[in-house]
């Protein structure tokens, strides 16, 4: 089993960055891949960007790409999401993902466990 924690969601103006986090434990992910995805209200759950725990490599939904970066602590098994130039629509619940497949997937069918959950809100 694998337990994640999200910390560090808020409420933003349009243009601020911010981090959010993700605390894994419970089993070692040297093999796992892991994903953030986002839901906002009324909307399917989609992805935004996963990274293979042992190697750093690196996929980015389009709607991520130049403005947010995932990244991985491996010694303290924590992830990342630096979010940048944050917009309106970047609103959603943002949870993050543990894959035991190891491959890099957009696909939430593919990950195993999940974490609660952290609100980012963006206003305008």
């Known amino acids: 089993q694998v337990q994640l924690v999200e910390s560090g969601g808020g409420l933003v103006q349009a243009g601020d960055s911010l981090r959010i986090s993700c605390a894994a434990s419970?089993?070692?992910?040297?093999?796992?891949?892991m994903g953030w995805f986002r839901q906002a209200p009324g909307k399917e759950r989609e992805f935004v960007a996963a990274?293979?725990?042992?190697?750093?490599?690196?996929d980015y939904a389009d709607s991520a790409k130049g403005r947010f970066t995932i990244s991985r602590d491996r010694t303290k098994s924590w992830m990342y999401l630096q979010m940048n130039n944050l917009r309106p629509e970047d609103t959603a619940a943002y949870y993050c993902?543990?894959?035991?497949?190891?491959?890099?997937?957009?696909?939430?069918?593919?990950?195993?466990?999940w974490g609660q959950g952290t609100q980012v809100t963006v206003s305008s």
């Open positions: 990274i293979r725990w042992s190697s750093g490599y690196t």
């Open positions: 993902a543990a894959s035991s497949g190891g491959n890099l997937r957009r696909n939430q069918n593919a990950y195993d466990y």
């Open positions: 419970g089993r070692a992910l040297t093999y796992y891949a």
